[in-house]
């Protein structure tokens, strides 16, 4: 992509949330910026005669009635957050100001912006490129320190600068064959080839130290979805609300007191758990219950793990796992044995011993969740990591590009053969960050974004 894309049509929309607040913010961006807010705004300076960087003050008027008092902030290309000229006004936060002023803008040669046009213009002017124009609404959409700060990292370019150096390593590698091709009458020197292999097998190192950051990465953005299941009455609804702090689902010492999936989040060290409590699970004939004890299925289907809770007194019975919940995968199984503070020695095995209302070894099972998402593996705040499905991916086609050459080389093909798949392994890399790409991942990245950014 190169810097010299300029649009032509100046865009606006309302950047702040809708609805009523202490300021709302308008952005204006596009070669009109200027002119358009100057046909509507009276203050002490022309703002198309305004330094970039300032901040103005003065009334928006229509027919001499001033529908609001605002300040103009005023950027010029490059140096603005679309690398155009820009013009941020902070009106009133009220929604009736807001429609007012972007219609009389409508009126001066500006459109409305589509969602996340302001930020896919930052990237077509090479502001940010794809992986941190990407990166903007992971840090919107963080929920806890750790998504926010691994969409800060990416939006800081530390996966940039990581895909950036792989493909400057397979760009020289690719130039070693490529000369030796023009230059020489043969086919790529035996030695070079040698070389070669070793650069490649570096790169593939390299890419598959990304790829298994990508689990941790997701969870880190997405969360995880936890399910507690078991027999009716063992305590998971004691269980979440002893979680959430709160008495959140209705406990009582009757069996099948849960009917319906209740939901909840909780943060543990930065990682966004999703928690649901659901219908005690038994072969019953009261329609709701039963309807009940599907939906407590259907949560087991999404989650990332399942916690299966028995109590002291009813033991540890294997039966619920196979045939009622269709559990197969042991290892999203986490056993919980509830109640201990009942009784505590018993005999039956257990990832963790808890009571559910003294809170004893609640600790243990935090240690035991995140252990199950996390594993052993730990990342530094400069790890660059993989969190976009479409990074995985793009990754992922890019070493089997590699896998290709290395058998290219090993099957004695010709010197292009090595060089077409190098090259389509850089492009695969460029996608990430966007060097390469078409409309439609494009479309398809922006179309996410919310409207005014
Ligand atoms: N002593 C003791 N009682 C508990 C503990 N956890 C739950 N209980 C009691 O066990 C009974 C059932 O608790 P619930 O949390 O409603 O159990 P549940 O698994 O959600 O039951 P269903 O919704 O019917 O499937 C209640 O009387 C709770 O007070 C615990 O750790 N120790
Ligand atoms: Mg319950």
């Known amino acids: 992509m190169t810097d010299l894309f300029l649009n032509d049509d100046t865009i606006t929309a309302l950047a702040t949330p809708a609805g009523v607040g202490a300021i709302s913010v308008i952005r204006v961006s596009g070669p009109a910026s200027f002119d358009s807010v100057d046909s509507i705004f009276k203050g002490g300076i022309k703002i198309s005669d305004a330094l970039s960087h300032t901040i103005h ?18 950027y ?18 009220s929604p009736l100001i807001v429609e007012k002023i972007i219609s009389l803008l409508i009126r001066h040669n500006v459109r409305l912006a589509e969602p996340g046009e302001f930020t896919k213009r930052a990237f077509l002017n090479g502001k940010i490129d794809l992986a941190q124009a990407e990166a903007v ?14 969409a800060r990292n990416q939006l800081d370019g530390l996966l940039s600068q990581k895909v950036d150096s792989l493909r400057d390593m397979l760009i020289n590698t690719s130039s070693l064959i490529e000369l030796e091709l023009d230059f020489a009458e043969e086919d790529v020197e035996f030695m070079s080839l040698q070389q070669i292999i070793k650069n490649i097998n ?14 941790f990465g997701k969870i880190i953005r997405d969360g995880v979805n936890v399910a507690l299941v078991g027999k009716p009455n063992v305590g998971k609804s004691s269980l979440l609300n002893y979680l959430v702090k709160e008495s959140r689902a209705i406990v009582s010492e009757i069996p099948g007191t849960t009917r319906d999936v209740i939901k909840e989040e909780i943060s543990v060290d930065g990682i966004l758990f999703r928690i649901s409590d659901t219908a005690g699970i038994r072969l019953t004939e009261d329609a709701i ?35 009622l919940l269709g559990l197969s995968k042991k290892e999203r199984i986490l056993t919980v044995v509830n109640k201990i503070d009942i009784q505590n020695n018993i005999s039956f095995e257990a990832d ?22 996390v594993g052993s593996k730990s990342y530094s705040e400069k790890t ?52 390469v790409t078409s409309d439609d991942i494009l479309n398809n990245i922006f179309m996410k974004f919310c409207i005014g950014k």
């Not at 603005?80 to 013009?87: I, L, P």
């Not at 219950?289 to 407590?296: A, D, N, P, Y």
């Open 57 to 74: 003050y003065g009334k928006i008027n229509i027919n001499n009635e001033v529908i609001d008092d605002v300040l103009v902030s005023v």
């Open 76 to 93: 010029h290309n490059p140096n603005s957050y679309t690398g155009e000229d820009s013009v941020e006004i902070s009106t009133h936060g």
């Open 137 to 150: 609404i992971d840090v919107i959409n963080s929920r806890t320190e750790a998504s926010l700060r691994g």
């Open 202 to 215: 570096v790169i593939i190192d390299e890419i598959d130290i990304l790829l298994s950051t990508y689990s």
């Open 289 to 323: 219950e039963k309807e009940g004890v599907i939906r407590s299925r259907d949560s087991v289907k999404n989650a990332d793990i399942v916690i299966f809770i028995n109590d002291v007194l009813t033991g540890f019975g294997n039966d619920l796992y196979e045939e």
């Open 352 to 373: 963790v011993k808890i009571s559910a209302l003294t809170g004893q070894g609640i600790d243990k099972l935090f240690f035991k969740m995140k252990e199950m998402v």
């Open 384 to 435: 660059a990591v993989v969190s976009n499905t479409r990074h995985f991916y793009a990754l992922e086609k890019s070493k089997e590009f590699l896998i290709n050459a290395k058998q290219s080389i090993n099957d004695k093909m010709s010197g292009e053969f090595i060089s077409v798949d190098l090259r389509n392994a850089e492009s695969s890399l460029g996608e990430i960050i966007g060097k």
